[in-house]
């Protein structure tokens, strides 16, 4: 049959999506799926990999069923992961030793310490791009490998295998036939030179991990193999994996340098292409793999917040101020201003460009004057200025000051925030027509690597804009509102 669709499977932190694509890169139709989170301790972050497997399957069936389409019609199947987030797994059962240690969880920060301790740094920020932080996969697998009963011996022996979840995705998409990943999650584990492409011996040996774990790295868009599982005795390519923050930077089309993007999700996610420069922060961000306008490697800055639509959750759950996240923006509108209110979301330390595990949240100007309203301002005022002070530090970084930021993810519907953030960094905000940029990310690559679509520029259409942002305020103004901010940060790390 002729080959109509792509379908893209988006495995994220809290759900599993599958989404058809068409030739013209329209959504046909999406299938969703939660998973639970397992918290066993304080700061401890746990997902079942079966029950990640079992929600992106059904999810890739359910979606196929529904929209009636035949898995021959589907040219290729493209994987984007939650990144960093590490499973163990037998070769010959295909069971997992352990729970998947999800990329929030901080158990491995005394591994951190050993390694700093010992000096390794420097080494690690030159080689992987990334800080001795329990964010990474490395020392999250050695965690495994010390702690749980029996697991070294076996992996000493051959018999079991690593991967990030797009890695174990393949594994089962393929019954077992295909252990790979891609060099833009290979960029997250700490064992990756992102110079040359390759695991890193002397990091391996630091970590005591046996490089018999390993997956093979092969391109981003590539086929690794085949999948029976929704084929109808038929089966359909697997193309195309990439870490969902560089997907969305490859959905966007930022392909060429100086080109950035901004999730704003739970966390917000900011990544600037930096081209075939991988460029050495000084200022606190990440150097990591991206991919360029024709597939190949590229590297993006990167900087993480940890609480951007988190903030807005923590408003509607913990103080009871909102019913809904979309509600934030009358709220905010109805006042001119926070009345000098700042909310410092630091419940889990700060990330990029501060990296203060002790710091913590403060809400501070209060007055008999604030209310409900200048809090929820405060709150969203927040989400823009973290990103502001992202931006700002990939600007002394590559020394490119942006002049239009593209922007995805759950809370871009919110209005009133992204005039904010136009207005607190004085730059366009651009949010397009398709805010799935992450699942159009791997659909393009999968698309791409099977000749469904035969090069980016014939896609450049589809990263059509829905609405810019102009920036509105003067230059005082923003300043003097940024300058609150600092000093509202200021107090949190003191604290
Ligand atoms: N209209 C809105 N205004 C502000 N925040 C919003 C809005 N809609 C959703 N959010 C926030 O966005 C997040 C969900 O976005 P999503 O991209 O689905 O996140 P993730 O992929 O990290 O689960 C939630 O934290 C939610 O609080
Ligand atoms: O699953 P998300 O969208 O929260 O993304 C998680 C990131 O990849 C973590 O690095």
């Not at 076996?154 to 036939?177: M, N, P, Q, S, Y």
Request: negative net charge; proline residues 3%; aromatic residues 8%.
């Amino acid at each position: 049959m002729a080959k109509k669709y792509v379908v893209a499977l988006d495995q994220g932190t809290t759900s599993s999506r599958a989404i058809i694509f068409d030739h013209d890169a329209n959504i046909v139709s999406v299938s969703q799926r939660e998973f639970p989170q397992i918290y066993p301790q304080a700061g401890w972050v746990e997902h079942d990999p079966m029950e990640i497997w079992a929600s992106q399957s059904s999810t890739l069936i359910e979606l196929l069923a529904r929209s009636g389409i035949h898995g021959s019609e589907v040219a290729a199947i493209g994987i984007t992961n939650q990144r960093e987030t590490t499973v163990i797994w037998d070769k010959l059962t295909g069971k997992p030793v352990y729970n998947a240690i999800v990329w929030q969880c901080r158990r491995s920060s005394h591994i951190c310490d050993e390694l700093k301790a010992q000096g390794l740094e420097d080494y690690v920020r030159e080689t992987t791009g990334l800080l001795l932080d329990p964010y990474f996969s490395g020392t999250k697998i050695k965690w495994i490998l010390d702690n749980v009963a029996g697991v070294r011996e076996r992996a000493e022996k051959g018999e079991l295998l690593f991967g990030t979840i797009d890695t174990w995705l393949v594994w089962k998409l393929t019954e077992g036939k295909v252990h790979v990943t891609d060099p833009t999650n290979a960029s997250r584990t700490l064992l990756f030179n992102i110079h040359t492409q390759q695991w890193d011996s002397k990091l391996l040996e630091a970590l005591d991990i046996p490089r018999s774990l390993l997956p093979d790295i092969k391109p981003s868009c590539a086929v690794y193999g085949k999948t029976r599982i929704a084929g109808e005795g038929g089966e359909i390519n697997i193309a195309g994996i990439a870490g969902d923050q560089q997907s969305a930077l490859f959905g966007q089309l930022c392909i060429d340098e100086g080109m950035a993007k901004n999730t704003y999700g739970t966390g917000c996610f900011l990544l600037m292409n930096t081209g075939k420069q991988a460029v050495k922060s000084t200022h606190g961000l990440l150097t990591t793999v991206a991919i360029g306008a024709d597939c190949e490697v590229n590297y993006a800055l990167e900087g993480a917040v940890f609480m951007g639509g988190a903030t807005i959750q923590w408003l509607r759950d913990e103080l009871g101020l909102i019913r809904d996240a979309q509600d934030t923006e009358y709220f905010a509108s109805k006042v001119e201003d926070t009345n000098g209110v700042y909310l410092v979301p630091a419940f889990v330390g700060l990330g990029a460009p501060y990296w203060d595990p002790n710091a913590r949240g403060a809400l501070v100007g209060l007055t008999r004057g604030s209310n409900r309203n200048h809090i929820i301002r405060a709150a969203l005022e927040a989400i823009a200025y973290q990103s502001r002070d992202l931006l700002d530090a990939m600007a002394k970084d590559s020394g490119v000051m942006l002049k239009q930021l593209k922007v995805d993810g759950g809370a871009v519907s919110n209005d009133f925030l992204m005039q904010f953030q136009a207005d607190i960094t004085n730059v366009e905000v651009q949010r397009p027509v398709i805010t799935e940029t992450t699942a159009m990310g791997a659909a393009f690559l999968a698309g791409l690597a099977v000749g469904f679509w035969s090069s980016t520029s014939e896609l450049k259409y589809k990263a059509d804009i829905e609405r810019t942002f102009m920036p509105s305020i003067s230059t005082e103004k923003c300043d003097e509102l940024y300058s609150g901010w600092n000093a509202a940060v200021a107090q949190t790390i003191k604290a």
